[in-house]
C-alpha cells in the first residue's frame, strides 16, 4: 500500500486548502484513513479520521467546525479541507490508513496505523 499526500502550500490566515491522499496497492475502500500533523519541535498529532465505510469521522478539538475530512472511494483519495486556517496549523501534514480491527478504539494514535504518506507542507501566515 503506497500513499500519496499532496495539496500543501503557502496560505495566509483564514484561507484555505484542500489535502488530497491518493492510496494504491490494495483496496482502499478496506481502509479507515488518518491526517496527522507535526510541527517542528513537536511530536506528531492527530487532525481527523475516516472510518473505512465514511459513516464515522473524528476531529480533534482545535480543528472541529474548519477542517473536514472526506473520501472518495471510487478514486481512491481521502481529503482534507481545511478552511479559517491559522498560524498554529502550520505543519507537515501526512495522511495514513488503517486496517486494523481495533481501528475504532485507537483511531487518535499513530500505532493504529499501518501505512503513511510522506508528508506535504502547509504553512500559514498571519
Known amino acids: 500500500v503506497q500513499l500519496q499526500a499532496s495539496g500543501g502550500g503557502l496560505v495566509q490566515a483564514e484561507g484555505s486548502l484542500r489535502l488530497s491522499c491518493a492510496v494504491s496497492?490494495?483496496?482502499?475502500?478496506?481502509?479507515?484513513m488518518g491526517w496527522f500533523r507535526q510541527a517542528p519541535g513537536k511530536e506528531r498529532e492527530f487532525v481527523a479520521a475516516?472510518?473505512?465505510?465514511?459513516?464515522?469521522?473524528y476531529y480533534t478539538a482545535s480543528v472541529k467546525g474548519r477542517f473536514t475530512i472526506s473520501r472518495d472511494n471510487a478514486k481512491n483519495t481521502v481529503y482534507l479541507q481545511m478552511t479559517n486556517l491559522k498560524p498554529e496549523d502550520t505543519a507537515v501534514y501526512y495522511c495514513?490508513?488503517?486496517?486494523?480491527?481495533?481501528?475504532?478504539?485507537?483511531?487518535?494514535?499513530?500505532?493504529?496505523?499501518?501505512?503513511w504518506g510522506q508528508g506535504t507542507q502547509v504553512t500559514v501566515s498571519s
Open positions: 496497492g490494495r483496496t482502499f475502500s478496506s481502509y479507515s
Open positions: 475516516v472510518s473505512w465505510s465514511a459513516t464515522s469521522t
Open positions: 495514513a490508513a488503517s486496517g486494523r480491527s481495533d481501528w475504532r478504539a485507537n483511531w487518535e494514535v499513530t500505532p493504529a496505523y499501518d501505512y
